[in-house]
């Protein structure tokens, strides 16, 4: 969308399917995650509220001021905050491999998709004859990526989102899974079009090929990383994308300062929404004995 | 069939533009028949002219309606218009050439004839290049370079036009005949250079969409 290839309805149309299969057909992985994966407890009612609340605000919060921030991150440091307030066994190993993921699946992406960018240059090159046509034909290709993209962010984030209440057992997990997708469509056609904006422009100018590029890349980065059941930034995996397809047009062509906003967002979200579910539950308890 | 809807605008796009260039050879030949003093003759080519104008018209609706109903992407669509809608002012533009001769018939003194007819030659000739850049992008079977090569060719010959404007301009201001006269001479000779001015609008809309698809 960020570069006119679809309108934003159909574009929210098309997350919507994509994100709802992906997440009743792979989203089972990160859901176990967040549910049992980290914090090694039973969580109550309470908890499970504050953990999702917590991390729910930072990331409108974060949305509303246009910085692509992360959910899957944001509910990390939910869960994190809750573990902590409850004196809960957290397994640091997980933790840690969760955390390191962040780091290496934007770089991982950003390589990906620098080398598919600097690939799909010497073919479109050397195709010489770049009709309005061929144009379309990438332009359908791009919009597939984007379909696969919704279909990975479904199968990493859905989990995300209904993770803390799968640990409670109350519902059947294909169900918190609907649920889930279903979210994610409806958060894309409500906020969706400003960060769908930032993303799309304001790093850095997308072309139709280099769309394209951006998207597979990406979608491949999630895809991988909600199959071994660790949830992942969608925004750091297109931003990564978005870079490395920059980086093939010269880095004068990326914005460093959208660069630097997105990165204090990605430091300040899991942490904020970490230490604010720390602080809500131990208030509320300790008012509530 | 995959991108038939697609195809079927690449070949309304070919097909306006073999009958745009039609309405230009007919209106040169209404031009060379009017200087040659067979009006009778003239007037059938003006026919013509004012004929494929209006079917040239009419494919451009067409190729408006297929794009207005999906063919191709939102993003490409208007390049696309844009594109057929400059070619079609350069059909428009030689109609208004041969009407102008027909409809208010200028005296053109005997000595001043053979340069009209070249400065006509000249600017309504400008379509071949057009013609040849528009075929080589929209077939995709030339290098883009080739495709950018006819269009400065339609800009080198833009400039040609140019030339032969300014020397039949002076020529018509510094001759004997009356102001009225000269002033009617050089509203037929501004009507003349027009189609190669719109011709150069055309290639130049042509050259921002191959610097677009440039990677």
């Known amino acids: ?289 | 069939m995959l991108f038939k809807k697609e195809k079927e605008v690449i070949e309304l796009i070919l097909k306006h533009l073999d009958v745009t260039e039609n309405t230009i050879k007919s209106s040169l030949k209404t031009i060379e028949f009017y200087l040659d003093e067979n009006i009778a003759e003239a007037k059938i080519w003006a026919r013509k002219t004012r004929g494929t104008e209006s079917e040239a018209d009419l494919i451009r609706y067409d190729i408006r309606d297929k794009l207005y109903l999906g063919a191709y992407l939102p993003l490409l669509r208007e390049d696309i218009y844009k594109l057929v809608e400059s070619v079609d002012k350069v059909g428009n533009a030689a109609e208004a050439c041969s009407d102008f001769f027909l409809n208010q018939r200028p005296l053109i003194p005997d000595e001043m004839r053979p340069h009209f007819l070249e400065v006509s030659k000249e600017s309504l000739g400008v379509i071949d290049s057009l013609k040849l850049a528009i075929l080589c992008y929209f077939r995709g079977d030339c290098k883009i370079e080739t495709v950018r090569d006819h269009t400065r060719e339609v800009g080198i010959q833009e400039s040609r036009v140019d030339k032969l404007e300014w020397d039949l301009t002076k020529e018509i201001f510094i001759s004997e005949i009356d102001f009225a006269h000269k002033t009617h001479l050089k509203h037929c000779l501004d009507n003349i250079v027009e189609v190669s001015d719109r011709a150069e609008d055309a290639g130049d809309q042509l050259e921002l969409a191959t610097l677009k698809s440039m990677v």
């Open chain 1, 1 to 289: 969308m960020g570069c006119g290839l679809i309108s934003f309805r159909n574009a929210v149309i098309l997350v919507s399917i994509f994100a709802l299969l992906g997440a009743l057909l792979q989203g089972q992985h990160v859901m176990y995650t967040i549910g049992k994966g980290i914090v090694k407890a039973d969580l109550n009612y309470l908890a499970v509220i504050i953990a999702l609340v917590s991390s729910g605000f930072f990331v409108t919060l974060a949305t509303f001021y246009k910085i692509p921030t992360s959910t899957s991150q944001a509910i990390v440091g939910g869960v994190v905050g809750i573990g902590l307030a409850l004196n809960a066994e957290i397994d640091h190993s997980k933790l840690i491999s969760i955390v390191e993921s962040w780091i290496i699946c934007p770089i991982m992406v950003m390589v990906l998709a620098f080398a598919l960018m600097y690939i799909l240059n010497i073919i479109l090159r050397k195709f010489e004859s770049r009709t309005f046509l061929m144009q379309h034909a990438m332009g359908r290709l791009a919009i597939l990526s984007a379909c696969y993209t919704a279909y990975a962010l479904g199968a990493n984030h859905a989990g995300n989102a209904v993770g803390p209440i799968a640990n409670l057992g109350i519902f059947h997990p294909k169900l918190l899974l609907f649920i889930g997708g279903l979210t994610i469509a409806l958060g894309a056609a409500t906020y969706g079009k400003k960060v769908a904006h930032t993303v799309g422009t304001g790093i850095t100018p997308l072309d139709i090929p280099a769309a394209f590029v951006a998207q597979i890349s990406s979608a491949f980065g999630m895809h991988l990383f909600s199959m071994l059941g660790i949830p992942v930034s969608t925004s750091s995996a297109i931003v990564g994308a978005v870079v490395g397809v920059g980086l093939v047009k010269g880095a004068k062509a990326i914005s460093t300062k959208m660069i630097l906003t997105i990165l204090m967002g990605w430091i300040l979200t899991p942490t904020m929404a970490a230490a604010a579910a720390y602080i809500c539950y131990r208030t509320i308890t300790v008012i509530w004995g």
